[in-house]
């Protein structure tokens, strides 16, 4: 049996995982068909993006290094809670509200003497701007985060994607029909 | 986009005392903020439901404590509802999960005190809670993902 490249026609060896030719991925993201046909609103959940639901409003990103007093300031300057930490251009961490309550208020006098590295969360889950929007419901579901991270595939930031964008989503859509 | 299934319908039906779990964090107004922090670290938990005789009275949550409290010069002795939200909404258990969902989306809040019939505190719905809730709503969506979705083969198949 012989299969041809989809996009260029060029038959590449069964079962190769790209086509030698153009260079286009033959392998398929699996993502689970919904076994309820015809349910519109299942299905997007697992079609569309989590892109839709983004405003790239919440993105905030700081440094290990800079002092949790700093990311204070700039949370209550600009009614935010959540910040990403990165380090040589790679995530290394989260900072949100919560992390402030339960690792520094209270803990350490002065917070200008404290580093967002010594209270952060490390290595968070994320997601890809092209992931199913269920993919983002799961990690917060499975992992009790009101905000996840999204990524492009080299690591830069896109946007922090809240709970409630989310809750948005639903709401709008449930009141469409 | 057009919505029929069943699913949406029942969650629009769906009563929020069939959901909840029950944990409820409350204290007094006059619960210093030293103590309330003390109480939220704790207990692991983003809110306190301010309680006067089973009164819901306010919220004091994470945001009160980032926005209003820390790097400021506030005496942490100060009872908590100088900084609280005054009379959050409340919602009783028999009422729709949906109309929990639209409050959340519409509101800043991420937790709903719940009352009786007397308007008494019986619990509290938060948004994690919520959220779990609706991945079990749409359990062929939400868990019957892959383990690992970007995982990318590095070879090709057998060998």
Same mark, same amino acid.
């Given at each position: 049996?012989?299969?041809?490249?989809?996009?260029?026609?060029?038959e590449?060896?069964?079962?190769?995982d790209?086509?030698?030719?153009? %260079?286009?991925?033959?392998?398929? @993201?699996?993502?689970?068909? =919904?076994?309820?046909?015809?349910?519109?609103?299942?299905?997007?959940?697992?079609?569309?993006?989590?892109?839709?639901?983004?405003?790239? %409003?919440?993105?905030?990103?700081?440094?290990?290094?800079?002092?949790?007093?700093?990311?204070?300031?700039?949370?209550?300057?600009?009614?935010?809670?959540? /910040?990403?930490?990165y380090?040589?251009?790679?995530? /290394?961490?989260?900072? =949100?509200?919560?992390?402030?309550?339960?690792?520094?208020?209270?803990?350490?006098?002065?917070?200008? @003497?404290?580093?967002?590295?010594?209270?952060?969360?490390?290595?968070? =889950?994320?997601?890809?701007?092209?992931?199913?929007?269920?993919?983002?419901?799961?990690?917060?579901?499975?992992?009790?985060?009101?905000?996840?991270?999204?990524?492009?595939?080299?690591?830069?930031? /896109?946007?922090?994607? %809240?709970?409630?964008?989310?809750?948005?989503?639903? =709401?709008?859509?449930?009141?469409n029909? | 986009? $057009?919505? $029929?299934? $069943?699913?949406?319908?029942?969650?629009?039906?769906k009563?929020?005392?069939?959901?909840?779990?029950?944990?409820?964090?409350?204290?007094?107004?006059?619960?210093?903020?030293?103590?309330?922090?003390?109480?939220?670290?704790?207990?692991?938990?983003?809110?306190?439901?301010?309680?006067?005789?089973?009164?819901?009275?306010?919220?004091?949550?994470?945001?009160?404590?980032?926005?209003?409290?820390?790097?400021?010069?506030?005496?942490?002795?100060?009872?908590?509802?100088?900084?609280?939200?005054?009379?959050?909404?409340v919602?009783?258990?028999?009422? $729709?999960?949906?109309?929990?969902?639209?409050?959340?989306?519409?509101?800043?809040?991420?937790?709903?005190?719940?009352?009786?019939?007397?308007?008494?505190?019986?619990?509290?719905?938060?948004?994690?809670?919520?959220?779990?809730?609706?991945?079990?709503?749409?359990?062929g969506?939400?868990?019957?993902?892959?383990?690992?979705?970007?995982?990318?083969?590095?070879?090709?198949?057998?060998?």
């Amino acid at each position: 049996m012989k299969t041809s490249c989809p996009f260029c026609g060029y038959e590449p060896p069964l079962g190769a995982d790209h086509c030698d030719q153009c %260079l286009h991925s033959l392998m398929k @993201r699996d993502i689970p068909a =919904s076994r309820r046909k015809g349910n519109v609103f299942q299905d997007a959940l697992l079609n569309e993006p989590v892109s839709e639901l983004l405003t790239g %409003l919440d993105l905030l990103v700081c440094s290990p290094d800079d002092s949790v007093q700093k990311i204070i300031d700039i949370f209550q300057k600009d009614k935010k809670g959540c /910040v990403l930490v990165y380090e040589n251009k790679k995530m /290394v961490g989260i900072l =949100s509200n919560r992390d402030l309550v339960l690792h520094a208020a209270g803990v350490h006098k002065d917070l200008s @003497r404290v580093k967002v590295e010594e209270v952060m969360t490390r290595d968070p =889950s994320f997601v890809r701007p092209d992931d199913p929007i269920a993919f983002a419901i799961n990690k917060m579901a499975m992992g009790g985060y009101r905000h996840v991270p999204v990524l492009r595939p080299d690591g830069t930031p /896109v946007s922090i994607l %809240l709970i409630r964008d989310i809750l948005r989503y639903l =709401s709008a859509s449930k009141k469409n029909y | 986009m $057009t919505m $029929t299934s $069943t699913s949406e319908r029942r969650l629009k039906e769906k009563k929020i005392g069939e959901i909840i779990n029950p944990r409820l964090i409350q204290a007094p107004p006059t619960t210093s903020v030293e103590r309330a922090v003390q109480i939220m670290r704790d207990n692991k938990s983003a809110y306190i439901v301010v309680s006067d005789k089973k009164r819901v009275v306010g919220m004091f949550t994470e945001s009160d404590l980032t926005q209003k409290i820390l790097n400021k010069p506030v005496d942490w002795a100060r009872p908590i509802s100088d900084f609280m939200s005054e009379d959050p909404v409340v919602l009783r258990q028999d009422d $729709t999960v949906g109309r929990a969902v639209d409050l959340m989306a519409e509101q800043d809040f991420y937790h709903i005190p719940l009352v009786n019939e007397k308007q008494q505190l019986v619990n509290v719905l938060s948004v994690r809670t919520l959220v779990r809730f609706l991945a079990e709503f749409y359990p062929g969506e939400v868990y019957n993902l892959p383990p690992n979705p970007h995982q990318i083969a590095e070879q090709r198949e057998g060998g």
